[in-house]
């Protein structure tokens, strides 16, 4: 199994990127993805998690309206775009597969290795 964030990057306030996460040797339709993040000297915290089957999708609080959870089933691929990023958006960025939805990092089984997301003028 494996999974492979990247798309990271430095973007000034009000940007805007996309991330990706291609995985392979599991498969996708029996699994939720989900994106968290871990800002220095913060716990990992949820961001947003989408269903391959039945295409519902939850976010954080703090990124609704701001970003957008999508997938391309057909490559294996999960993406996050994020707009008017902010600062506070700072983080390593990670994606995870489980086969429960929840905002706990706990419930997922799978890992990628992360992408970093800095804001800054």
């Known amino acids: 199994v494996q999974l492979q964030a990247s798309g990271g990057g430095l973007v000034q306030p009000g940007g805007s990127l996309r991330l990706s996460c291609a995985g392979s040797g599991f498969t996708f339709s029996n699994y939720i993805m989900g994106w968290f993040r871990q800002a220095p000297g913060k716990e990992r915290e949820f961001v947003s998690a989408i269903t391959w089957g039945s295409i519902n999708t939850w976010y954080s609080d703090s990124v609704k309206g701001r970003f957008t959870i999508s997938r391309d089933s057909a490559k294996n691929t999960m993406f996050l775009q994020m707009n008017s990023l902010q600062p506070e958006d700072t983080a390593v960025y990670y994606c995870?597969?489980?086969?429960?939805?929840?905002?706990?990092?706990?419930?997922?089984?799978?890992w990628g290795q992360g992408t970093q997301v800095t804001v800054s003028s």
């Open positions: 995870a597969a489980g086969t429960i939805y929840g905002r706990e990092s706990r419930r997922y089984d799978y």
